[in-house]
């Protein structure tokens, strides 16, 4: 597809459950990024790849969050033992490279953890 | 501690007229700033950006407006429209050798330009 694709576009979850989101960026795109955006606030940066791997993970909340990239296109972001807090909607990002210039976002997964 | 602050969640306006968002930032590493408009259930599209090294940036109906010594740029819409309704976020970026393209966001403002 020509934008990033997100996919499940909502995911209901209980507490305590393990959730994947998979984020297929614009092809071309070396770089990916992983946002959260929680109801009221701006999208907050988690991680980002440059190639297969992680060059950025210091937005990671804590170690129930886990993104990667293995083939350096698709990636998927991974959260164990969900909690209430985690309830978001996760957008993913990419762009040409590391040069200044726009990120091209998807239009996110929304995640609801009961 | 945010970093990148816009003050006003919301703003009402009429078709036609001049629209001004603004948006202040704390960290004064930040050199690269970036506005995103959004519509509901959509992710964000990038709209405008300017380098620290600047102070005015312009494009159709939309001009940047950058104040280092203020640590305050807005982001002026010129005529109003009704499809300019949306979230507008604005975004700084820092050069630190590694990810120059990691964006912090402010809250963002609600925009309504009334017909």
């Known amino acids: 597809g020509a934008g990033v694709s997100q996919t499940p576009s909502n995911k209901v979850t209980e507490k305590g459950k393990y959730v994947e989101l998979r984020c297929d960026p614009i092809s071309g795109h070396t770089a990916l990024y992983w946002y959260r955006q929680s109801l009221g606030q701006g999208p907050e940066f988690l991680i980002y790849f440059q190639g297969t791997g992680a060059a950025d993970d210091s937005g990671l909340p804590n170690d129930r969050f886990f993104a990667v990239r293995p083939e350096g296109s698709v990636s998927t972001l991974k959260i164990q033992r969900t909690e209430r807090g985690d309830s978001a909607v996760y957008l993913c990002a990419s762009s040409l490279g590391l040069a200044r210039g726009e990120l091209f976002f998807g239009e996110g997964s929304r995640l609801t953890v009961l | 501690d945010q970093q990148v602050k816009q003050n006003s969640p919301s703003l009402s306006v009429q078709e036609g007229r001049i629209s001004i968002l603004n948006c202040d930032y704390t960290?004064?590493?930040?050199?690269?700033f970036l506005w995103y408009k959004k519509y509901p259930a959509e992710g964000p599209t990038f709209l405008i950006s300017?380098?620290?090294?600047?102070d005015k940036n312009e494009d159709g109906r939309f001009t940047v407006f950058l104040n280092k010594s203020a640590k305050h740029l807005s982001l002026h819409i010129v005529p109003s429209q009704p499809g300019d309704s949306a979230v507008y976020f604005c975004a700084a970026s820092r050069n630190y050798g590694g990810a120059t393209n990691k964006l912090i966001f402010g809250t963002g403002t609600l925009l309504a330009v009334q017909p």
């Open positions: 960290n004064s590493m930040f050199d690269y």
């Open positions: 300017i380098s620290s090294i600047k």
